[in-house]
């Protein structure tokens, strides 16, 4: 297994960030442009989409992205922390605007997208960048990734929430909480409103409506990705519920709408009548600043170093595992799966006695242990605690493993 199967394999949906990149480099933005030959965009089992579509993604994107600038410009931090980072050239437009930037991205995002941005930056920008692999529901990896950071940090988000599940959605706005509480600054995020905001710009620029995108983006993104939908406050939530979900992490919440940003679009530049119907759409979508009121928070302790100790007796392969399994530790594991296993082995037993937590990358590693048995019934998991049943519970993956 080379190292982008296995990134295929623990969390597919990096692949999902290619797409933005792909729409990005036709809006005359020409970092994105550039960018784009140097990474291959390629990604396996997109969908066809319409051109008419495709012009309205490409359009929304680019509102994004031009949004997330200058509210990274005037959000009062030196540190801009884009979150995730994705393919897109942003870190560029941070550096011209002298301000450090940390990309923040799986692993196999950062190790193609680092070294792609650094053949187009210039002497000056390359002072401004870092790029660090994390995954944004495990703290210590955003931590140690910011070391050496002083003073305000601004977390950037776009197109991430969407992605979770209800306890890695929890893992994330504990982690940023805690961040913000420590370095001071604030979360930028419209994650709430994303599709909303393509069904408004597909609507504002054909009369159509733009129910029908909201469905075509929901499965297009589930198929790249390779996860069920989610059922979390960020898509099924009203706006007041998910206010108050997170208000619940202690974070005070400013609202301003893409309206107040969005500037001229170059992808409109010869349509002003479909820039300003597009303004006037985007009065109805919000974009969150985020501060946290310290008081309101609770302290974590630090997790657990991960480990996974295999071993084998007999016919029975015993995996033991210790701290988090996620992004950053689920290729560890099945790297070690890999080396141990054989056609001998008739049983799998997993001991989560010391894990701590497990995010969709650790349970899909899981699974495709269980798929490499060949009789069904002799996979168990074992030692659990109480918060790893619940996560379990809540992606379904008790039944899958016979644990309900
Ligand atoms: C739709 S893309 C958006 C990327 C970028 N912001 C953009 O606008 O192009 C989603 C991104 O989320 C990243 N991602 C998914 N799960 C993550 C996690 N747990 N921690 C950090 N990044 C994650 C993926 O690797 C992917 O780059």
């Known amino acids: 297994m080379d190292r ?19 729409l990005l480099r036709h809006t005359g933005i020409k970092e994105a442009a550039q960018l784009a030959e140097e990474i291959d965009l390629t990604v396996k089992g997109s969908m066809k989409t319409p051109p008419e579509i495709s012009r309205v993604y490409m359009i929304s994107n680019e509102a994004r992205y031009h949004i997330g600038n200058i509210l990274a410009r005037e959000s009062g931090c030196d540190v801009i922390v884009d979150l995730p980072c994705g393919y897109v050239p942003r870190g560029l437009a941070i550096a011209d605007m002298k301000k450090t930037f940390y990309g923040f991205d799986l692993p196999a995002v950062i190790e193609e997208v680092e070294p792609a941005i650094r053949k187009i930056a210039t002497k000056e920008q390359q002072k401004y960048l870092n790029y660090k692999a994390v995954d944004a529901t495990n703290y210590d990896s955003m931590k140690s990734a910011l070391s050496g950071v002083k003073g305000k940090i601004c977390i950037l988000m776009d197109g991430l929430l969407g992605y979770f599940n209800e306890p890695e959605l929890d893992s994330v706005c504990k982690n940023i909480s805690r961040l913000l509480a420590e370095y001071g600054g604030c979360w930028i995020t419209a994650d709430k409103f994303s599709l909303e905001s393509t069904v408004v710009t597909y609507n504002a620029l054909t009369g159509a409506d733009g129910e029908m995108i909201r469905s075509m983006m929901l499965k297009g993104g589930a198929k ?32 301003i709408s893409y309206a107040d940003k969005v500037p001229d679009l170059l992808s409109l530049k ?38 996974a100790e295999i071993r084998v007796e007999g016919s029975r392969l ?65 030692n659990y605690s109480d918060s790893i049943k619940e996560i379990l519970g809540v992606t379904g993956f008790d039944q899958l493993f016979g644990m309900a």
């Open 318 to 382: 015993i995996c033991e595992l210790e701290g988090r399994l996620d992004t950053i530790t689920a290729p560890d594991l099945l790297t070690g799966f890999n080396d141990n296993m054989t056609d001998d082995i008739k049983e799998i037993t997993v001991d989560m006695a010391e894990t701590e937590y497990i995010s969709s990358a650790g349970l899909r590693v899981l699974l495709s242990m269980r798929k490499k048995l060949s009789g069904v019934g002799n996979f168990h998991i074992i």
């Open 270 to 307: 010869d349509s002003p009548e479909e820039m300003s119907a597009l303004r006037e759409a985007y009065e109805n979508i919000p974009i969150w600043i985020m501060t946290v009121n310290k008081e309101k928070i609770s302290d974590e302790k630090k997790g657990k170093e991960f480990k």
């Open 224 to 255: 790249v990705a390779d996860i069920a939908q989610n059922h979390t406050v960020i898509q099924e939530g009203t706006p007041e519920e998910a206010k108050k979900f997170f208000s619940g992490y202690g974070f005070d919440i400013r609202e």
């Open 4 to 22: 982008h199967e296995m990134f295929l394999a623990v969390n597919p949906v990096f692949a999902t960030a290619k797409g933005c990149l792909g």
